[in-house]
């Protein structure tokens, strides 16, 4: 079977140092305002499934995120009252099963790249979740750096109903980190979906909000953390993602190493500036 996607295909994006604002997406919604950027998976009629392309897509754009000079938070979410119902089955699902092993690595190594990439992308990532919020799907917002939700979504790890393993996109590594061992392989061994209430129990959502005030509160996030110091910010991150693989010491070791770095940017010295003068700093992020 011919393959239908082409895993090295890059879009046209900026060049290092460039800005973010005029970029435009072609399988799903963006938006930049304020030095926020805001993802939107638009299929809403399907419940925003994903394509060969927005895969390719979305890996592409978080990798760009890197060196955007105009982009100090992202927000990520989805049209129609849902976030992301996962690989389209009849435009992935179907095309997958008349591939060969070289494909097939192909596809898994693509759609683990979106995630890869949204973890190095220096800018915190807010996820509204909504709704459906399955397979892929739930991926993307485990990639996330936080997660708003309401109580009406329902987050599925559901690869064991299509015959696969819960080990996708990262799966066996972030979700134990983020709900524990044990409530991570209760939702990759049955698949079963986890409410809004029960999410924000377990520590997958960090909030939940009113499904009509859910984009306003994830917005409203990303302007405090936008204005915030984002070289410091991006600093956090790093740390955060690095520190899973370190020990203890050697974890201290690097964090002494990454605030020394952060204490040499002019935003630690506009903070003193204006504790000094009882004012409130205005970062500027270098």
């Given at each position: 079977m011919t393959q239908r996607f082409l895993p090295g295909k890059t879009h046209r994006l900026p060049r290092h140092g460039l800005a973010l604002a005029n970029y435009k997406a072609e399988h799903f919604l963006y938006r930049h305002a304020d030095g926020i950027a805001t993802v939107t998976l638009n299929r809403p009629e399907r419940k925003n499934p994903l394509s060969f392309e927005s895969y390719a897509e979305?890996?592409?754009?978080?990798?760009?995120?890197?060196?955007?000079?105009?982009?100090?938070?992202?927000?990520?979410?989805?049209?129609?009252?849902n976030f992301c119902s996962g690989g389209d089955v009849h435009e992935i699902i179907g095309p997958l099963t008349g591939l060969d092993m070289p494909g097939l690595l192909a596809f898994t190594r693509m759609t683990g790249d979106v995630v890869k990439a949204m973890r190095a992308c220096p800018q915190p990532i807010i996820a509204a979740v909504e709704g459906v919020c399955a397979?892929?799907?739930a991926l993307l917002a485990l990639a996330a750096d936080i997660r708003y939700g309401t109580e009406q979504s329902r987050t599925s790890f559901l690869f064991n109903k299509v015959g696969l393993a819960g080990c996708d996109m990262g799966a066996c590594a972030l979700l134990p980190r983020v709900v524990g061992q044990g409530r991570a392989s209760e939702l990759l061994y049955t698949g079963r979906a986890l409410g809004g209430a029960e999410a924000l129990q377990w520590g997958f959502l960090n909030r939940l909000c009113s499904a009509e005030l859910l984009m306003d509160e994830c917005l409203a996030l990303a302007r405090e953390i936008a204005a915030g110091?984002?070289?410091?910010?991006?600093?956090?991150?790093?740390?955060?993602?690095?520190e899973w693989n370190m020990g203890v010491d050697e974890a201290i070791e690097a964090e002494a190493q990454a605030q020394a770095i952060c204490m040499m940017t002019n935003d630690f010295h506009r903070a003193y500036h204006a504790f000094a003068a009882k004012t409130r700093p205005v970062f500027e992020g270098n």
């Open positions: 979305l890996r592409d754009l978080f990798r760009a995120m890197s060196s955007a000079t105009d982009v100090h938070a992202v927000v990520l979410g989805g049209e129609g009252g397979g892929a799907g110091p984002g070289f410091a910010h991006s600093m956090t991150k790093k740390m955060l993602q690095q």
